[in-house]
C-alpha cells in the first residue's frame, strides 16, 4: 500500500503512504502541505479542529524535507502533515491549553519535545488543535473556542479532551494528530471519530514542552488513520529526555517492524465485570466482534475496576485543582462553566482522600501484574455508547442517569489509572451511522503487543479508520 | 451495628460552604449547586476508595527519586 501513486486523494493518504510517496520523489512535501492548507481552509469552518493553522512553518517545514530528501536522506514521516493539541508547545505560538486564561501567556520559546521529534523526522506541523479546557473533559466542547465536531456526524461530539485531534485526524485536514490522555483523553475522541489512537505506557513518552493537567496521571499519543501509521510515529517519539522528571528509563523498543507478528501467539481475554456493565449495546457488540475476530472466548474479571476508576476521579480533581488553585482563588469567572465547577470542588478535597487513592493505584497495580501472568491482552470498550449529540449533558446507563461529561471515560478511567498501554482500535458495527472504540490492552512497556493486534485487526477489516465524507454544506458547494 | 451504619452522611453543602472560606475560593450563587454536586461526586468515590482495607505498608504509587 505504500506505493500508491500520487494521483489520488492526498487527503486520504496514510502517513506511511504519504511518507513513500515523498521519500520516492512521486510528490513534494510542498505540494502535501499545500494540499493540507486547502483542506485545513474548507473543513476547519465547519468542523472546528484548529484553533491555530502554522501555515507558514508548514510550507517552510516542507521546503526543508524537500532539500534533504534532494540531499539523499531518506526520512520516516517525509512530508507527513500532522497537528497537535494546543496544549503542546509550539514555538512562536501561545499554548492556550483550551483555556481563555493561558492565552494571555507570550507565546511559546521552544517546540514541546515530541514536536521537535515529529519535525525532525520530515513531519509537516500544520498547527494547534482544538480541546477540552485545561483538559478535564471527555466532550470536545469548549466554551471559548467553540466544540470540535465529529466529521461523521458534525451534530455530534468529537470525544474529548482531545476533540480537535480526533476531529482533524479523522476529517482528513492532516494524517496524524498528536493527543494526551489523563483519564481517556486520546481513547475517547478515537472511538467517537472512528480512528486508531496510542495511549503509551505512563512514563514512556516525553511530556516536555506540554501544559500539564495531572501530572501523576499525563501521557502524550498519537492518533491515526491506521495501526501501522501510530506505530511509525511512536518509533519516531521514543527516546530519553531531561525535560520530563516522570519519564520511565526504558530503552527505545521499536514497533514498526513488530507488526506483521500477527497474534496467534498471544493469550487474549476480554475483561468481564465492570467492562460489561453500564454500556450501551454497540459497545458491548463492538468488543464481542474484535474478541469473534481475534478468537478470543475467555472473559476475565478485573478486581476492584470501580473502586479504580473512583481513586483516578479522585485524584484527577484534587491534583489538578491545586496547579489551578491560584487562578480559582482570584478568576474564577474566566474558566468554562464546564470545567470551572469541577475545579473549584476539587480544590477542596481533604487530602488523606488523594493520599488514600494514591494508595489504592499502587495495590491495584499489584493486583493487574497478576493478572497478567495469564492473559497477554485484554479488550474491553472505549466508550459506553456512540458519540452523542453536541450539548448532551447526562446519559442513562443501566437505568442510572449520570452526567455525560465525566462518564463517558468510565472504561478508561481504572486502565490509565495504572498507566497500561492501550490502543483504541475503531469498529463499525453492521448497518452503523457511526464508529465506536475498544481498548485493546497490553502489559506495561508492551505497547508492541497492542499495536500488533491492532495492525491484525486492521488486516483482516475487523477495525478501519474510513476518512469522513465531506460536511454536507461542503460537498454540496463542490457539486 | 458496624461502623458504616453510625457514620454521619457527607454534607456536600456544609463541606462546600466551610472549605470555601477556608481555601478563598469564590463561589458565584449561580455556580454553587454544580460545584455542591461535583463535591458530592468525588465524596462517592472518595467513600468507595476509603472503605477500601489497605495493609500499612502499602505506600503512594509516586515514588520520589533524589
Known amino acids: ?479 | 451495628m458496624s461502623d458504616a451504619d453510625t457514620k454521619t452522611p457527607f454534607d456536600a453543602e456544609a463541606h462546600v460552604t466551610h472549605m470555601q472560606a477556608v481555601m478563598n475560593l469564590p463561589i458565584d450563587d449561580a455556580w454553587r449547586p454544580e460545584v455542591v454536586a461535583n463535591m458530592a461526586a468525588t465524596a462517592a468515590a472518595a467513600a468507595l476508595v476509603l472503605e477500601f482495607p489497605l495493609d500499612d505498608e502499602i505506600e503512594p504509587a509516586p515514588v520520589f527519586v533524589p
Open chain 1, 1 to 479: 500500500m505504500s506505493d500508491k501513486p500520487a494521483t489520488g486523494d492526498i487527503a486520504s493518504w496514510t502517513a506511511a503512504e504519504t511518507a513513500a510517496a515523498v521519500n520516492r520523489g512521486a510528490i513534494s512535501a510542498r505540494d502535501v502541505a499545500g494540499a493540507a492548507l486547502d483542506r485545513i481552509e474548507a473543513l476547519n469552518p465547519t468542523l472546528n479542529a484548529f484553533t491555530d493553522i502554522t501555515a507558514e512553518r508548514a510550507l517552510a517545514e516542507a521546503d526543508a524535507v524537500d532539500a534533504r530528501l534532494a540531499d539523499g536522506e531518506d526520512l520516516p514521516l517525509a512530508g507527513v502533515p500532522y497537528a497537535v493539541k494546543n496544549l503542546f508547545d509550539i514555538e512562536g505560538v501561545t499554548t492556550r491549553a483550551g483555556s481563555k486564561i493561558n492565552r494571555e501567556n507570550p507565546p511559546a520559546t521552544s517546540d514541546a519535545t515530541l514536536v521537535s521529534r515529529l519535525s525532525r523526522a520530515g513531519g509537516l506541523l500544520l498547527g494547534g488543535l482544538n480541546m477540552g479546557e485545561y483538559a478535564y473533559d471527555f466532550t470536545g466542547e469548549n466554551a471559548h473556542d467553540g466544540n470540535a465536531l465529529n466529521p461523521h456526524d458534525p451534530s455530534r461530539m468529537s470525544g474529548g479532551s482531545s476533540g480537535g485531534s480526533g476531529t482533524a485526524a479523522a476529517s482528513g485536514m492532516v494524517a496524524v494528530t498528536m493527543g494526551s490522555d489523563t483519564n481517556g483523553s486520546i481513547r475517547v475522541p478515537s472511538s467517537f471519530c472512528g480512528l486508531f489512537g496510542l495511549k503509551p505506557t505512563f512514563g514512556r513518552l516525553s511530556r516536555g514542552g506540554t501544559y500539564p493537567f495531572v501530572a501523576s496521571l499525563d501521557h502524550l499519543g498519537p492518533l491515526a488513520r491506521s495501526a501501522e501509521d501510530l506505530a511509525l510515529v511512536y518509533d519516531v517519539l521514543q527516546g530519553p529526555d531531561p525535560r520530563d522528571p516522570a519519564q520511565a528509563g526504558k530503552p527505545v523498543m521499536p514497533v514498526r517492524s513488530e507488526l506483521s507478528k500477527g497474534t496467534s501467539d498471544l493469550r487474549i481475554a476480554v475483561a468481564g465485570g465492570y467492562f460489561r456493565e453500564r454500556a450501551m449495546p454497540e459497545a458491548l457488540a463492538a468488543v464481542d466482534a474484535i474478541a469473534t475476530a481475534l478468537g478470543a472466548r475467555h472473559e476475565i474479571g478485573i478486581p476492584e475496576a470501580a473502586r479504580a476508576r473512583a481513586a483516578a476521579y479522585v485524584i484527577t480533581t484534587s491534583e489538578s485543582s491545586a496547579l489551578h488553585l491560584d487562578r480559582l482563588q482570584h478568576r474564577p469567572g474566566d474558566y468554562d462553566p464546564d470545567t470551572r465547577d469541577r475545579f473549584l470542588s476539587g480544590a477542596m478535597v481533604p487530602a488523606a482522600w488523594a493520599v488514600q487513592a494514591q494508595r489504592f493505584r499502587s495495590w491495584f497495580h499489584a493486583c493487574m501484574m497478576t493478572l497478567f501472568d495469564n492473559v497477554d491482552i485484554l479488550l474491553a470498550p472505549a466508550t459506553p455508547c456512540h458519540a452523542l449529540p453536541s450539548g448532551t449533558k447526562t446519559i442513562t446507563l443501566d437505568g442510572v442517569e449520570m452526567p455525560a461529561r465525566s462518564n463517558i471515560g468510565l472504561f478508561t478511567q481504572p486502565i490509565s489509572f495504572i498507566g497500561l498501554p492501550v490502543v483504541s482500535v475503531p469498529v463499525w458495527l453492521d448497518g452503523a451511522a457511526l464508529p465506536i472504540g475498544v481498548q485493546v490492552i497490553a502489559p506495561p512497556w508492551r505497547e508492541d503487543l497492542a499495536l500488533r493486534v491492532a495492525a491484525a485487526l486492521q488486516d483482516m477489516g475487523a477495525a478501519r479508520a474510513p476518512l469522513a465524507p465531506l460536511p454536507d454544506n461542503i460537498s454540496h458547494n463542490n457539486n
